[in-house]
């Protein structure tokens, strides 16, 4: 039955295709959940397969529907972050996206979706969702600090830099083992790697001012 697009809209939308995503997201992503199949959906609901299979075709287009209910929840706190640290220094403005998008695709297990779990066009789904929603802002951002003078290294080098760490710190055992997240993780390594790259925004402001105004992940929870 898997034919068509991805992103196949319900042919009868309504309040039962809700539910349905609402509970495939629930049974589908849950941390540590096995392969769950649209039987196991049908009795989570108390419906037929016949059912879901009039809002949803096949199970990649009700996975595609969850994900977009997920990504647009990312794109949502991105969106309040940077609304947050607007009129704060360029460093600030970074961390406090990074720390964001770090704790959002954490949460939603984006990594683990584009290394391998599904077929292959979810996969390549996941990735273009993730490039559009977060490293698009992410290059956005590095682009307007080079066009303030702000940055002294080209922002292509910055945002491959920083998708490396954001990408390997999500699949890494190193966040488990050192007890902190992968956000955690990732503002300290943007702090590492960026710190000499970002120009204080006015002559004569140090290295002082720029570390107290940056949050930690343990003092802010950034969520959606």
């Given amino acids: 039955m898997e034919t068509g697009p991805v992103s196949q809209v319900s042919e009868y939308g309504g309040q039962h295709a809700d539910v349905i995503v609402e509970a495939a997201g629930r049974l589908f992503f849950a941390p540590g959940s096995v392969r769950v199949s649209m039987d196991d959906l049908a009795r989570e609901l108390g419906m037929s397969?016949?059912?879901?299979?009039?809002?949803?075709?096949?199970?990649?287009?009700?996975?595609?529907?969850?994900?977009?209910?997920?990504f647009a929840a990312v794109e949502r706190t991105l969106a309040a972050a940077d609304e947050d640290a607007q009129g704060q220094p360029f460093g600030v403005r970074v961390q406090r996206f990074l720390l964001a998008a770090g704790s959002e695709l954490g949460r939603i297990g984006a990594a683990r979706l584009a290394a391998g779990r599904g077929d292959a066009v979810l996969r390549q789904y996941v990735e273009q969702r993730v490039d559009a929603v977060v490293y698009r802002r992410l290059d956005e951002l590095f682009r307007d600090g080079h066009r303030q003078g702000l940055l002294s290294a080209?922002?292509?080098l910055l945002s491959e830099i920083t998708r490396g760490a954001l990408e390997r710190?999500?699949?890494s055992r190193l966040p488990r083992e050192l007890d902190r997240t992968a956000a955690?993780?990732?503002?300290?390594?943007?702090?590492?790697?960026?710190y000499g790259a970002i120009r204080?925004?006015?002559p004569g402001t140090g290295d002082e001012q720029l570390e107290a105004v940056i949050p930690t992940a343990r003092d802010e929870e950034v969520g959606p």
């Fill in 200 to 202: 204080p925004a006015h």
């Fill in 154 to 156: 080209p922002p292509e």
């Fill in 169 to 171: 710190l999500l699949t």
């Fill in 184 to 194: 955690d993780l990732l503002r300290a390594g943007v702090d590492t790697v960026l």
């Fill in 49 to 70: 397969k016949k059912t879901i299979y009039r809002h949803f075709p096949d199970k990649r287009s009700l996975l595609a529907a969850v994900l977009d209910g997920q």
